[in-house]
């Protein structure tokens, strides 16, 4: 490994966010976070934090309804797209839900690679050997239909789904409103865990990770903890594809 996160491959990092912003400001945290890790005691500070670019389109918060917003959340990601694939090597987009166009941007054949949610998960799915997860994320996402980007979990494992998935689109929307310091948000959130059969629960809408503060003997997974990862394995030349 380097002694700099930019010398060995000169990477640039970029993030595509507003659905919600906070869920870019966290994944950029958890770049820095698996960054640093990485290097270990190679780490001097400042100058080995990887350069990362983002982009925050507000109108990409249309996402919570998909399936009415499509023409307006995909002209708003083509626009952020624009401005951020000319300038880096290897993207995410902070937001389960907006992974869905995933497919539609590799067709775009851009300059830049992005990291989707999808195929960081699967490779987790692989690695672990996980036979059976619970699903947790917003509407588009939990429904397992048409407009969902995990849909093709149930090709991979067992899927559990949320016994009262209204409540759970709720709770999204006022970690939205509210922000991820409001005291009522944890506690609703581990009722929903609490009450599913799985011991692997998927945190797969960046606003649950932001209010996921309580004990639990399941397994949470944070899918952008994932994505982190991948997106420093990228600065450190550690992929090839």
């Known amino acids: 490994m380097s002694q700099s996160g930019q010398s060995k491959t000169g990477t640039t990092l ?6 919600g912003p906070e869920a870019g400001i966290d994944l950029w945290a958890k770049v820095l976070r698996a960054n ?8 001097r500070g400042d100058l080995d934090a990887p350069r990362v670019i983002v982009v925050s ?50 067709a775009l054949a851009l300059p830049a690679r992005l990291l989707s949610f999808q195929s960081v998960l699967t490779d987790w799915i692989t690695a672990q050997g996980v036979t059976k997860l619970a699903l947790l994320g917003a509407g588009p996402v939990t429904e397992m239909g ?3 980007a995990y849909r093709f979990l149930r090709e991979l494992v067992e899927v559990e789904l949320p016994a ?7 709770l999204i929307h006022d970690v939205k409103r509210l922000g991820g310091d409001d005291p009522s ?14 011991d692997v629960v998927l945190l797969a ?8 503060r309580f004990d639990s003997a399941k397994q949470l997974v944070d899918v952008t903890d994932l994505v982190a990862e991948a997106m420093v394995a990228r600065v450190h030349g550690e992929v090839t594809a």
């Not at 640093?36 to 780490?43: L, V």
């Not at 109108?59 to 002209?75: F, I, K, P, T």
């Open 164 to 170: 009262d998935p209204a409540a759970l689109h709720a």
């Open 205 to 212: 809408c960046t606003e649950l990770p932001l209010i996921a």
């Open 14 to 19: 970029g993030i595509v966010t507003g659905s």
């Open 185 to 198: 948000l944890p506690l609703r959130l581990q009722a929903l865990v609490e009450g599913l059969e799985a």
């Open 57 to 106: 389109e507000p109108e990409l918060g249309l996402s919570m309804d998909l399936r009415a917003n499509d023409a307006e959340v995909w002209a708003a990601m083509q626009r952020a797209l624009a401005v951020l694939a000319p300038q880096v090597d290897a993207y995410a987009i902070a937001c389960n839900t907006l992974n869905w166009y995933a497919p539609r941007i590799e």
């Open 146 to 148: 048409e407009w969902s």
């Open 36 to 43: 640093k890790a990485a290097m270990g005691d190679a780490f």
